[in-house]
T-cell receptor
Framework: GAVVSQHPSRVICKSGTSVKIECRSL??????MFWYRQFPKQSLMLMAT?????????EQGVEKDKFLINHASLTLSTLTVTSAHPEDSSFYIC??????????FGSGTRLTVV | EDKVVQSPLSLVVHEGDTVTLNCSYE??????LLWYKQEKKAPTFLFML????IEKKSGRLSSILDKKELFSILNITATQTGDSAVYLC??????????FGQGTILTVHP
């Protein structure tokens, strides 16, 4: 089946630094990838839609200058959390749509900002 | 704005009980309704439903979609402690966006 590889699985960074999270589709091409965030005891919330070769579409309330998304190829999307702060600590997870119907999730990245 | 609502938000049962989890949705360009199980990390896929009235089964789990009422249920029979998890329902659009419900926290006691 379709596999989406997400790295790193866990990262701890200092406040004010930037963190890059990668999401790679291993055996299929993903023209669109989705980035979600999940705070403790909450559900997954869509942050942005990443489109290959064009600008990402951000959901309301998500700062596009803080959460930089790059989808430079059909198999790779990256999310960079810039100038991270403790309130950005969360579980970040990507997903890609494979074919017409299948949704595949990455394994998620737990970000802790200290 | 797309919206998915799950109920109950939490449920505590004993092993052997049968549970029914509910999910209602309002999703523009709706294509499919998905159920996931989430324990510590990323959600694990359970079912994807696209057609109304056709039950999908996997072992003790089953699910059905009613596209007229914009509703889906997930049934778990003969529950086990290993079923304890958060169950997420999501409405999927034709271009792949998923809107998640709040989740139902299921706790199964021995």
């Amino acid at each position: 089946g379709a596999v989406v590889s997400q790295h790193p699985s866990r990262v701890i960074c200092k406040s004010g630094t930037s963190v890059k999270i990668e999401c790679r589709s291993l055996d299929f091409q993903a023209t669109t990838m989705f980035w979600y965030r999940q705070f403790p005891k909450q559900s997954l919330m869509l942050m942005a839609t990443s489109n290959e070769g064009s600008k990402a579409t951000y959901e309301q309330g998500v700062e596009k200058d803080k959460f930089l998304i790059n989808h430079a190829s059909l198999t790779l999307s990256t999310l960079t959390v810039t100038s991270a702060h403790p309130e950005d600590s969360s579980f970040y997870i990507c997903s890609a749509m494979e074919g017409g119907y299948g949704y595949t999730f990455g394994s998620g990245t737990r970000l802790t900002v200290v | 704005e797309d919206k998915v609502v799950q109920s109950p938000l939490s449920l505590v049962v004993h092993e052997g009980d049968t549970v029914t989890l509910n999910c209602s949705y309002e999703v523009t360009n709706f294509r499919s309704l998905l159920w996931y199980k989430q324990e510590k990390k990323a959600p694990t896929f359970l079912f994807m439903l696209t057609s109304s009235g056709i039950e999908k089964k996997s072992g003790r789990l089953s699910s059905i979609l009613d596209k007229k009422e914009l509703f889906s249920i997930l049934n778990i029979t003969a529950t086990q402690t290993g079923d304890s998890a958060v169950y997420l329902c999501a409405g999927g659009t034709s271009y792949g966006k998923l809107t998640f419900g709040q989740g139902t926290i299921l706790t199964v006691h021995p």
